[in-house]
T-cell receptor, first 113, second 113 residues
Framework: EPEVTQTPSHQVTQMGQEVILRCVPI?????FYWYRQILGQKVEFLVS????????KSEIFDDQFSVERPDGSNFTLKIRSTKLEDSAMYFC???????????FGPGTRLTVL | KQEVTQIPAALSVPEGENLVLNCSFT??????LQWFRQDPGKGLTSLLL?????REQTSGRLNASLDKSSGRSTLYIAASQPGDSATYLC????????????FGKGTKLSVKP
């Protein structure tokens, strides 16, 4: 069965560094999302992406964040200058159509030191 | 503010027991509601999706109901097994959003052999 995949599974970085988290959504899906989950807290929406543009973003998704679908298969989340509070599990999700189930990847655990 | 609340936060039951997990949401103008399972340190596995026009959905030993007027959903697990031990998350897509999900904090279920 097709799955959403994410790399790396764990990323450790120094405060102020740039990180890129990568996702490969399921191949026929058209809607893409990033969420994050700080340890012990709720899963929080960051951004949704459709038709090669951001369709919605949360207050968390400030100028330090950006998303890109560079080649029709990958979907990336970039954090320009990481902060300690960016440490979290980041989940990518995708779905084929507007009313369908979202399928989540296994997550990337980001640790900012 | 659109929120999702889950009670109880944790639940421990003996194997074989039937159980109910509760989810409540603050705004009845929802598009759909989704139940997920999350194992420790892992991603989210979709269990059931209920559209706003539906009252319930069933998959195997799982049954989810939706009552929009009271702002509630329940997840019923029949004949629980130790393998059901996980955190169960409820997530709501509110009308007017582009598909982003608002999550509850989850119910951590432990089924003891």
């Amino acid at each position: 069965e097709p799955e959403v995949t994410q790399t790396p599974s764990h990323q450790v970085t120094q405060m102020g560094q740039e990180v890129i988290l990568r996702c490969v959504p399921i191949s026929n899906h058209l809607y893409f999302y990033w969420y994050r989950q700080i340890l012990g807290q709720k899963v929080e929406f960051l951004v949704s992406f459709y038709n090669n543009e951001i369709s919605e973003k949360s207050e968390i998704f400030d100028d330090q964040f950006s998303v890109e679908r560079p080649d029709g298969s990958n979907f990336t989340l970039k954090i320009r200058s990481t902060k300690l509070e960016d440490s979290a599990m980041y989940f990518c999700a995708s779905k084929p159509g507007p009313t369908d189930t979202q399928y989540f990847g296994p997550g990337t655990r980001l640790t900012v030191l | 503010k659109q929120e999702v609340t889950q009670i109880p936060a944790a639940l421990s039951v003996p194997e074989g027991e039937n159980l109910v997990l509760n989810c409540s949401f603050t705004d009845s103008a929802i598009y759909n509601l989704q139940w997920f399972r999350q194992d420790p340190g892992k991603g989210l596995t979709s269990l059931l999706l209920i559209q706003s026009s539906q009252r319930e959905q069933t998959s195997g030993r799982l049954n989810a109901s939706l009552d929009k007027s009271s702002g509630r959903s329940t997840l019923y697990i029949a004949a629980s097994q130790p393998g059901d031990s996980a955190t169960y998350l409820c997530a709501v897509r509110y009308r007017g959003s582009q598909g982003n999900l608002i999550f509850g904090k989850g119910t951590k279920l432990s089924v003891k052999p």
